[in-house]
């Protein structure tokens, strides 16, 4: 396929303003087959107006009301709908006419919007690992109900499942090796971190994404998520995480004759976004060659659980399943944003974790009122009684 040559496909970007939704909106810039139907933001109406201005969307949506109305006089010339709330997002996930749906919202939030845009018939361009860490046992089985298909955008997952491609059977994977750059703290032991200051945990020395995410990466909670997360996009738990300080390898697959497939690139999303975008087909792209004598020697280690014990928390709550993984989820939100706000301390976000997964008991089978009720559960859990 040339470069623009033969590409249609109309998308919708659920979080346009954060980094995967900005950098969704740059390929779409150089492809210019790529339609975008609806875009949606929280809050950053003056970056979402801008968006909607240049890609002349039918719907865009801010979850938060105040910015909703102030966008929608700003948006008055044009021809574009204004939503707003959680139902305007599920609006923008359900539009007419988009085939396939980013969803690069941050936390439980996505969960809603992806259910119904599944149950719309749309693929999903999964970039909100919450999604399927609290609800994974229903948004598999409704995909498979609707003939959907779930696209991985986060570069482990998506390496994974370019790992996986000519892959005949599940039977032949032995394990999936997941890679972790190991964040800012790596090599740094918990006495090291009792006075990590947010402006030090923001610092991740690879990747530039968006605050919740950085401090997740630094503590591995972001690869506890991803280790759920890969549970239900590969029907496996056999999975282990490797650091790997370069992330060039962005993730591997040995297969039970113990040779290993891994999907190589530099520390860029692009590739993983456009490819969720394009697949089955690819497209050429500009500016993220990579050199692998720039990277030498590349390197892989074991996590350091005693220090970063979120990453064994996240296999206890896989180990448990159920809504488990909700509470690890929803105290870990509400653990980090204490942390952004200067509330409890950098140790407490695991510590917080720990306490809720122990204090709160969960379902086996949750239906999905259930799940956002142990969110809610967790959250409170943490805001009120862990610092107490």
Not at 65 to 83: F, M, P, Q, S, Y
């Amino acid at each position: 396929m040339e470069n623009n040559a033969e590409f249609e496909h109309k998308i919708s970007v659920l979080g346009s303003t954060g980094s995967i939704g900005t950098q969704t909106l740059a390929i779409a810039r150089e492809y210019k087959g790529i339609v975008i139907e609806a875009l949606s933001a929280h809050s950053n109406i003056d970056l979402l107006e801008k968006q909607a201005r240049e890609f002349k969307p039918k719907t865009v949506c801010v979850t938060d009301e105040k910015g909703a109305k102030e966008l929608k006089i700003r948006l008055a010339d044009t021809n574009t709908k204004v939503l707003s709330g959680k139902d305007g997002l599920i609006g923008a996930a359900c539009e007419k006419n988009a085939k396939t749906i980013v969803t690069a919202v941050v936390g439980i939030s996505g969960l809603e919007p992806t259910i119904e845009a599944i149950k719309a018939k749309k693929n999903i361009a999964l970039a909100n690992k919450e999604t399927l860490v609290t609800g994974g046992h229903i948004v598999t089985r409704l995909a498979r109900e609707n003939g959907v298909k779930i696209l991985p955008v986060d570069s482990e997952h998506s390496a994974i499942f370019q790992s996986l491609e000519g892959c005949r059977s599940k039977n032949e994977i032995k394990r999936i090796l997941l890679t972790a750059s190991g964040g800012p703290f790596f090599g740094k032991k918990r006495d090291d971190l009792r006075n990590i200051t947010p402006k030090q945990a923001l610092k991740h020395p690879n990747w530039n994404m968006g605050a919740k995410v950085t401090i997740d990466s630094s503590t591995l909670v972001n690869k506890g998520l991803e280790v759920i997360e890969a549970r239900w996009l590969f029907d496996t738990q056999n999975i282990k995480v490797l650091i790997h300080r370069q992330s060039v390898v962005h993730s591997m697959v040995e297969f039970i004759d113990n040779g290993i497939i891994a999907q190589l690139g530099a520390p860029d999303m692009r590739l993983p976004i456009q490819y969720a975008l394009t697949y089955p087909s690819r497209l050429k792209m500009k500016g993220n060659e990579l050199d692998l004598i720039d990277y030498s020697p590349l390197t892989f280690e074991e996590p350091d659980t005693n220090t970063f014990s979120a990453l064994d928390l996240a296999y206890d709550a896989l180990k448990k399943g159920g809504g488990a993984p909700a509470v690890f989820n929803g105290a870990d939100e509400a653990a980090v944003e204490m942390f952004l706000n200067g509330k409890i301390s950098y140790l407490d976000i695991a510590d917080a974790i720990a306490a809720a997964m122990d204090a709160i008991k969960t379902r086996e089978d949750p239906s999905l009122d259930e799940i956002l009720e142990t969110d809610r559960a967790a959250k409170e859990f943490v805001r009120r009684h862990y610092i107490s």
